[in-house]
């Protein structure tokens, strides 16, 4: 079985489309319940999650960590980093803006800058990202967040007071 080849992924979506999907998505008691009945349902987890990965395959290059990181990265998907580091750029990106590892795409980070920025969200690039839960990869995200297991996925930073603080991603 040959090793996936991991390249950048610019997304099919403007970012402040992004933005408002999510506020319809946003975590409520609704489809927390919905969340936990889906679960409950084996075949319908399945289906649920496969209609997942199909959409934000297409959108946003998704690779199904389980851990969505996209609402704090202006909609780029930092698990198309080829590094998959989910706390910004390694210092290989060159001056161009493009991936150390592919010159022919942009680093995701560049991408999630200017998406970010554009859209008035530059601040959520301050964020520290929780290393990712390996055993969530090809979990539902979305129910995984409706459960309020992404809770402390993103935490803030203080230089004067490094305790982390929690993140509403609503
Ligand atoms: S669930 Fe993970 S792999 Fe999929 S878009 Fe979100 S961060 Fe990327």
């Known amino acids: ?97 493009s991936c150390e590892v592919d010159r022919t795409r942009t680093c995701v980070w560049v991408t999630a800058w200017t998406r970010a920025e554009g859209a008035a969200r530059g601040a959520d690039l301050d964020l520290l990202q929780r290393p990712v839960d390996n055993r969530q990869w090809t979990r539902s995200s979305w129910v995984n967040y409706w459960q309020g297991r992404d809770e402390g996925l993103s935490v803030a930073h203080d230089a004067e007071d490094p305790r982390p603080v929690m993140v509403d991603r609503t």
């Open 1 to 97: 079985m040959g090793v996936e080849r991991i390249r950048p992924v610019r997304p099919r979506v403007p970012a402040t489309l992004a933005y408002a999907l999510h506020r319809l998505l946003a975590r409520n008691g609704a489809y927390r319940r919905l969340a936990a009945y889906v679960e409950r349902h084996p075949v319908l987890y399945r289906a649920f999650t496969a209609g997942e990965r199909v959409t934000k395959e297409r959108l946003f290059g998704c690779r199904m960590c389980g851990q969505c990181a996209l609402p704090t990265t202006g909609y780029a998907c930092p698990m198309t980093c080829p590094k998959q580091l989910r706390n910004g750029p390694c210092g290989g990106v060159s001056p161009d803006g």
